[in-house]
């Protein structure tokens, strides 16, 4: 059973902090490079951060480089992403996945992931 679960999502004001976390524990299908996505309505879903499990590698997307940072417990089997001075830009359905290689990773491009979990709810208020 391949199962993705986020958590941690909820309203904050702008300039708040939310750390969102991706439990793959009970992911059984091997996952070196994962991402967090993100999706508003009526937007296309949008490549937030990736990383190499292992690796200090990371990638982010424009918007966020500077205010967001993936991280990894690999005792825990879960990656996070602390997310800092959020703006109402950043409300969304937060989504972490499994990239298919080390190109998914660098291109953020949500094509490029195979496995998704159901999403957590950011909401950035002004």
């Known amino acids: 059973q391949v199962e993705l679960v986020e958590s941690g999502g909820g309203s904050v004001q702008s300039g708040g902090s939310l750390k969102l976390s991706c439990d793959a524990s009970?992911?059984?299908?091997?996952?070196?490079?994962m991402g967090w996505f993100r999706q508003a309505p009526g937007k296309d879903r949008e490549g937030v951060a990736a990383?190499?499990?292992?690796?200090?590698?990371?990638f982010y997307g424009a918007s966020v480089k500077g205010r967001f940072t993936i991280s990894q417990d690999n005792t825990k089997n879960t990656m996070y992403l602390q997310m800092t001075n959020l703006k109402p830009e950043d409300t969304a359905l937060y989504y972490c996945?499994?990239?298919?290689?080390?190109?998914?990773?660098?291109?953020?491009?949500?094509?490029?992931?195979?496995?998704w979990g159901q999403g957590t709810q950011v909401t950035v208020s002004s």
């Open positions: 996945a499994r990239g298919v290689s080390m190109a998914a990773i660098q291109a953020l491009d949500p094509k490029m992931y195979d496995y």
């Open positions: 009970r992911f059984t299908a091997s996952a070196n490079w």
């Open positions: 990383t190499y499990v292992g690796s200090p590698s990371t």
